[in-house]
């Protein structure tokens, strides 16, 4: 009895170990499945769970249930990870849908030209609707260019264009166009010209007549580029051209005054542009600038003519034997139209011609630096040479330079005297220390050879009214 008692017993616990074994074998295999798959741990813990309590081992249910918390666990930190994961990706969605969609009202802006992105505009700080009244010459202000310009448009119909309004000049048509001169054949023609100081408005008028002159106004002629790209912006059938002038709210024309200094010994003064000037680096001109509110024309030229130059006429207008307004050049900037852009800027240059009866000390010449990088003295036999056979759009016969002594707009001395002796080509440096000059100053052969071969420019509207000069000195 007792050894089958004990025989019994060890059979019992041989049954014990078989199940604790497969028991463990199953928790075993429940995490294997978990591990690779994770699809039906539910299922699994339940059918342990059954065993366990058909077995009757109280001490296994617990680790099962252990078992089962841990596999929960792990469930519910897999499925937070997954959501996490998947709200990560909405957010990242939806910033992309944003991004889009900016980017899309953002191009749709530019096609309607609400937004522009070409360089059309001058770089200028201008404030166009300033009130002139309260001007003050602040630099920080915004700059305010005066006088406006005002033209009287030609009229086929009536032979009397003096008795029409004066209208205001829009930036982007052709001034001469305006006047009646046809840009396709001509450069150049005449206009009767006004400075109305009072009301701010220098005026041009349409004529036929080359001597016309009436009160305060005279006949001068005018000129602009043979490819003036304001007549080719008029003419352009390029819609962006024609897009990029709807509703746009153009600068002024502004007036400008170049002096044309004859010293006493024949020799005309051009200044070369400094590299670093927005319009016309290195671009050899007539030294002049914008006319300041309430100054004559001749104060200007004066005023620019001491700034850029350190000639002072001002103080010694003995020293000049006449000063007269000789010409009037429309100026554009490009001299070219662009193909996607409009041109940056459009001017009037009035052209006043100073002879001097006196020689000029070299040493009171002092060039302005940020604006002037060289001058030179060139002899009218040089510059006739230079001229001759180019720019023939300019060559007529019919110019009117005047330089007589009666009329409204010339102040002329009791003793007229030009020296019959032409001295050489003179240059002028910017700098009166040599060893700061940052390019090397050339040699008078260097430079008359710079000019011939036209690696030095000259500008178009310097061209132009030298040639009407030199042609009226030749008669």
Known sequence: MLRQTHHQQRSNNHNNNNNSNSINSSQDNSLYEYSSSGNHIPQQQHNTS??????????????????????????????????????????RDKIYVVFLLVLLVFLNLVLLKKINLNYNESSDNINYNMDLSNTNTDSTKARVYWPSVHMIEYNSNTNDNDQQQASLGQWNKCVLKKLGITPITHSKGHTLLELDIESGRLILSPTTDNNNSNGNRKTYPIGHSKECPFH???????????????????????VGVAVLLEDSFNRILLTKRSPLLRIFPNAWVLPGGHMEINESIFETGLRELYEETGVDLIKNRESMDSIDICGVFESAYPVLLPKDKLPVDHHIVVFVNIKLKNDIDPNSIKLQETEVSMGAWIPKSTLSLLLNNTFTEYDDNDSNINNNNNNNNSISSSSSSSSSIEKEFDIISTFQDATKTPDPIPSVDQLKQGFFNQDEKIATGTIFILKQYLNTNQK
């Open 50 to 91: 059954t065993s366990i309590e058909q077995s009757g081992l109280p001490t296994t249910t617990t680790t099962t249930k252990s078992t089962s918390i841990i596999i929960d666990t792990n469930i519910n930190f897999e499925s937070n990870s997954e959501n996490n994961s998947n709200s990560n990706n909405n957010k």
């Open 232 to 254: 080719q912006l008029e003419r352009s059938e390029s819609i962006v051209h024609k897009d990029l002038q709807i509703e746009k709210k153009y600068p002024p024309i502004k």
